[in-house]
C-alpha cells in the first residue's frame, strides 16, 4: 500500500486485524503495534514500506539490568525502552510523559493497554468546539485506537491525507469511573523516533521579530518549544522541525510538529539515554489542570506530523498543500485575496471620514481594491488609553457613520474592512464600567494592565454572546468585507488552571459564530503582528498579519522563517513609508514591494501623497501583483539557497510561469559576479525572464546623479527636486532566454560600483532587489 504518488491515503485493514496498523501517506509510511502487552510500540516513520516490514524496521530494544522490566517474568519487555505511540507514568518509562492524570484511585500512575481499533472514511472532527483540519477534494481517512486504564478511556486519532505526507493526530480521555480525574498533562501526541543526529529547527522571536528560524543540534536532555502567554505567541512559534544534521532545502529527512492551536503551547524534544528521541505535543502542562467529572470528556488540539525526505523544501511543500487544503477556511483556500490599503502606519489613531475616503480615492487611482479603516473609529479612541469594549462610532470623527462611510467607499470602486479588537477592554471604556467582572483577573489580585487594556473572558456565554452581536453589527452595517481581528496583549492574572484553554475555546466559539454566517467577508487575524500565528487561527482567517515590521529587510527573515511551515497565501504583508517606522532603515520603494509581493499585498502609508512619479510607481507594482498574484499567493513557494549570506532568493512556481524575487541585505565594495539560480525548470525547455520593471527616485541618488544624467545637476536645486515628483530613474532592465538548465546559475547584471553604464547595472545599493517573471519561451 502506499508508495506511489497518488495513491489514496490508507489503513492497511487487514494487517489492522492483528494489530499492526499501516498507516499511508502519498509518499511516507507511518507504523505502529500492539505490544504483547498491549502498549502501542511505534515501529516507523518514513518513506513508504511494505506492512510485513514492521518486523525487520522495529527496533529490537535493548535488555540491562538496570531498567524496570514490565511484568516479572519478563525481563526483555521494558516500557523505557520500547518505542511508544503513548506513555504515562508509574510503569517505568522515565521519559516524558504524554500525560499526567490524578486518577481515581488519588495515583499518578497509569497504564493505557490497547482495547480495539476502528477505521472510518473522513476525518473525525474535535466535539468540543476546538477546529480541525478538515477534508477537500482530497479524502482522508481516520484510524481511532482504543485504550483503557480501568474505566478511564483513552482514544488516539489519526486521520491520514491523500494529497499530503501528514498524520494529524489528537487524544480524547474519557472518564467513566465514579471519581473525578484531574489532568495536569494530556498531549495531543508523543512518538519515539530512533536518534539520526538531528538538529531541531525553532522559529523564534518577538514583537516586530517574529519567526526567526533558528537551529541546533539535538542534544542529550530535553528542549522544550513552548508559549505560557496564552497565545501561540511571537516568542516561539508552534512549528517545529527534526532535520538530520546537514539537512538542506532540498536534501535530508525533515519532521515536523505543529498544532492546530492558538493558546499556550508545548513541545519538547527528549533525547534521553540509550539514543531515543521522544517528541510530544500539545497543550503546555505549565498552569494547567482540569477537573474531568465522572461520565465527561476531554479533547486535545489536534498535532500535525509531516514528513519529507527532500529537505526543508520538501517539508514546506508538504505542509503548504495541507494549510491550503485542510485549514483554511474552504472558500478562501485558493481565493486571490484583494490588495488593500490600511489607515494604520499613515494615521494611527487620527482617523476621520476624510482620511479614509482620501485613501480609498488615492488607492483606487493605483489599482488597490479594498480600505481598511484600523483603530481609532470608536468613541473615546483618541489613543490607546481608552475605548476598546465599546462598539459605538465616534461621531466626531465618523458623523455619518459606518453604514455611510461603507457605502461611500463602495461608490468610490472600493470595498471596505474594518478593523476590530473584541477580546480586551480598556477601564476606560462604557463596557469596563458596566461590567468590570468580565475581565480576567485574578481574586485578590490587582489586574495587570498592558497598552492600558484587560482581557475579556471569553470563557463566559455572556461575553461571548455580546462580542457576537457587537461585532456581527458592525460588519453588517458597514457592509465590510474584510475585518481584521486585532489582540494587543497577554493573559495574566489568570484565576484558574483550566481557564486558559477555556478562553481559547471561547475564542473559537466567537469567531465560528460571527464568520460562519458571512463566508465572504475575508478574516485577518492579527496579534501585535504575529503574536498569534498559528493553525488553529488559520482555520477562520486565511490571512494573518505577519508582524508590525514592515521594514522589508527584517521582513525577509519573518517571512522567509514562517515559510517553513505556512504558504504565502497566509502573511499579510504591506509597502510602508521609508525610512521604517520600526527601524528608521531607509529602502526603496521597489524592494518594500518585492519583498511585501510574496505574501497578501497591502499598503499602509498615505497614498494621497504620492507624487506622480510616485503613483505611477506605486500603480506600476499593484498592475504587477495583480497579473501574478495567484502566482504569488498560491504557487509553490520556494527558498533558494543563496549565494551569500548578504542574499535571499524567493521563487513561486504557478501553472505557467515562475516569479522569481533576488534580494540583497547588505551590499559589498567589488563583488564577485553575481549567480541567480532559478531552480526546478524543465532542463531542455526553453525560458524567458525579464526583470519587472522598477526605478529609483532622483532624490535617492544625491550626487550620484552626475554619474548617471548625462550633464550635472545640483541634486538640491529646484530643478531635481521639481523633477523628481514627476520622474524617477528607471533601473537596468534584464531580459534572458535560456534553456531550464542554464537557468540554474544564471548570471545576472553587476551592480552599481561607481559605473554610469545605466542599462548594464543594476542600481542596487544595501537594500537592492529585483522580481522577474519566468515564462516559457513561445
Ligand atoms: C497592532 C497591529 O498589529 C497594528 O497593525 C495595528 O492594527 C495596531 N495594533 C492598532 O492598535
Excluded at 477505521?119 to 478538515?134: F, I, N, R, Y
Excluded at 494615521?347 to 488607492?363: P, S
Amino acid at each position: 500500500m502506499g508508495g506511489q504518488a497518488g495513491v489514496p491515503a490508507m489503513i492497511d485493514a487487514q494487517a489492522a486485524r492483528r494489530g499492526v496498523f499501516h498507516i499511508g501517506g502519498p509518499h511516507t509510511s507511518y507504523l505502529f503495534r500492539v505490544s504483547r502487552y498491549g502498549h502501542l510500540e511505534h515501529v516507523y516513520w518514513g518513506p513508504s514500506v511494505a506492512t510485513s516490514d514492521a518486523d525487520a524496521l522495529a527496533v529490537k530494544p535493548p535488555t540491562d539490568g538496570y531498567q524496570v522490566a514490565y511484568a516479572d517474568d519478563d525481563a526483555t519487555y521494558s516500557l523505557d525502552v520500547l518505542p511508544q505511540e503513548w506513555s504515562g507514568l508509574g510503569k517505568g518509562d522515565y521519559r516524558m510523559p504524554a500525560a499526567e492524570l490524578k486518577m481515581p484511585d488519588g495515583s499518578f500512575t497509569t497504564d493505557f493497554r490497547y482495547v480495539d481499533y476502528e477505521v472510518t472514511d473522513g476525518v473525525a472532527p474535535c466535539q468540543d468546539g476546538l477546529p480541525s483540519a478538515h477534508e477537500s477534494k482530497h479524502p482522508a481517512t481516520t484510524l481511532r485506537i482504543g485504550l483503557a486504564d480501568g474505566d478511564v478511556a483513552l482514544d488516539l486519532y489519526y486521520t491520514v491525507f491523500a494529497c499530503c505526507d501528514v498524520v494529524v493526530r489528537r487524544a480524547v480521555l474519557r472518564n467513566g469511573s465514579g471519581e473525578p480525574v484531574v489532568i495536569r498533562r494530556l498531549m495531543s501526541q508523543l512518538v519515539d523516533l530512533p536518534n539520526r543526529a538531528y538538529d531541531l529547527v525553532t522559529f523564534d522571536g518577538t514583537w516586530a521579530a517574529e519567526a526567526h528560524r533558528h537551529v541546533r543540534p539535538l542534544a542529550p536532555g530535553t528542549y522544550v518549544n513552548e508559549s505560557l502567554t496564552g497565545f501561540s505567541s511571537n516568542r516561539h512559534n508552534p512549528a517545529v522541525i527534526l532535520a538530520t544534521r546537514g539537512a538542506s532545502e532540498d536534501h535530508g529527512e525533515c519532521f515536523a510538529f505543529n498544532l492546530v492551536y492558538s493558546g499556550n503551547h508545548h513541545t519538547a524534544v527528549e533525547l534521553s539515554r540509550r539514543n531515543f528521541v521522544r517528541v510530544v505535543s500539545g497543550i503546555n502542562p505549565v498552569g494547567f489542570e482540569w477537573t474531568l467529572a465522572p461520565g465527561e470528556q476531554f479533547e486535545t488540539p489536534e498535532a500535525v506530523l509531516a514528513y519529507s525526505r527532500d529537505g526543508f523544501d520538501g517539508l514546506s511543500g508538504v505542509l503548504h498543500a495541507f494549510t491550503r487544503d485542510h485549514i483554511l477556511p474552504q472558500d478562501w483556500a485558493e481565493a486571490d485575496r484583494p490588495v488593500v490599503v490600511n489607515t494604520w502606519e499613515s494615521a494611527m489613531f487620527d482617523v476621520n471620514e476624510r482620511t479614509v475616503l482620501a485613501q480609498a480615492r488615492a488607492g483606487k487611482r493605483v489599482g488597490a481594491e479594498l480600505v481598511v479603516l484600523d483603530d481609532g473609529w470608536f468613541t473615546g479612541r483618541q489613543s490607546d488609553h481608552a475605548g476598546l469594549g465599546d462598539y459605538g462610532v465616534d461621531a466626531k470623527k465618523f458623523p455619518h457613520g459606518l453604514g455611510w462611510l461603507g457605502q461611500r467607499v463602495r461608490e468610490q470602486g472600493m470595498r471596505f474592512g474594518i478593523w476590530v479588537e473584541p477580546e480586551m477592554v480598556n477601564p476606560d471604556s462604557a463596557l469596563y464600567r458596566e461590567h468590570p467582572d468580565w475581565a480576567i483577573t485574578a481574586p485578590g489580585r490587582q489586574p495587570s494592565l498592558h497598552r492600558h487594556q484587560l482581557v475579556l473572558d471569553v470563557s463566559r456565554e455572556d461575553v461571548r454572546d455580546y462580542l457576537v452581536e457587537k461585532v456581527s453589527a458592525v460588519i453588517d452595517e458597514s457592509g465590510a468585507e474584510y475585518v481584521k481581528w486585532d489582540c494587543n496583549r497577554n493573559l495574566t492574572d489568570v484565576p484558574a488552571g483550566d481557564l486558559p484553554h477555556r478562553y481559547i475555546l471561547g475564542l473559537y466559539d466567537v469567531l465560528r459564530r460571527i464568520f460562519g454566517p458571512r463566508p465572504h467577508v475575508l478574516l485577518e487575524s492579527c496579534a501585535s503582528g504575529g503574536n498569534r500565528f498559528d493553525l488553529g487561527m488559520l482555520c477562520f482567517s486565511p490571512q494573518i498579519w505577519a508582524s508590525d515590521c514592515t521594514d522589508p529587510v527584517e521582513r525577509l527573515a519573518i517571512q522567509d522563517g514562517l515559510s517553513h511551515c505556512y504558504p504565502p497565501s497566509t502573511m499579510g504583508a504591506h509597502v510602508t513609508a521609508s525610512p521604517s517606522q520600526q527601524t528608521l532603515r531607509a529602502t526603496p520603494l521597489s524592494t518594500r514591494f518585492n519583498v511585501a509581493a510574496f505574501g497578501v499585498l497591502g499598503y499602509e502609508f498615505d497614498l494621497a501623497t504620492l507624487s506622480f512619479a510616485g503613483r505611477r510607481d506605486v500603480a506600476a507594482q499593484i498592475a504587477f501583483y495583480k497579473a501574478h498574484r495567484h502566482t504569488l499567493q498560491h504557487g509553490r513557494f520556494r527558498r533558494v539557497p543563496a549565494t551569500s549570506p548578504d542574499h535571499v532568493v524567493w521563487t513561486a512556481a504557478g501553472a505557467l510561469e515562475t516569479v522569481v524575487g533576488h534580494y540583497q541585505t547588505r551590499t559589498r565594495a567589488s563583488q564577485p559576479p553575481g549567480v541567480l539560480a532559478i531552480p526546478v525548470l524543465e532542463p531542455t525547455r526553453r525560458y524567458r525572464v525579464t526583470s519587472r520593471p522598477q526605478t529609483i527616485g532622483l532624490d535617492e541618488l544625491g550626487h550620484l546623479l552626475a554619474f548617471v544624467l548625462p550633464r550635472w545637476l545640483n541634486p538640491e536645486g529646484v530643478l531635481v527636486r521639481t523633477a523628481s515628483r514627476f520622474y524617477r530613474l528607471p533601473d537596468a532592465a534584464e531580459t534572458y532566454e535560456a534553456t531550464g538548465v542554464a537557468l540554474a546559475t544564471l548570471a545576472p547584471l553587476p551592480q552599481f560600483e561607481g559605473t554610469a553604464d545605466r542599462a548594464h547595472t543594476r542600481l542596487w545599493g544595501d537594500h537592492g532587489s529585483t522580481l522577474y517573471v519566468v515564462e516559457p519561451a513561445s
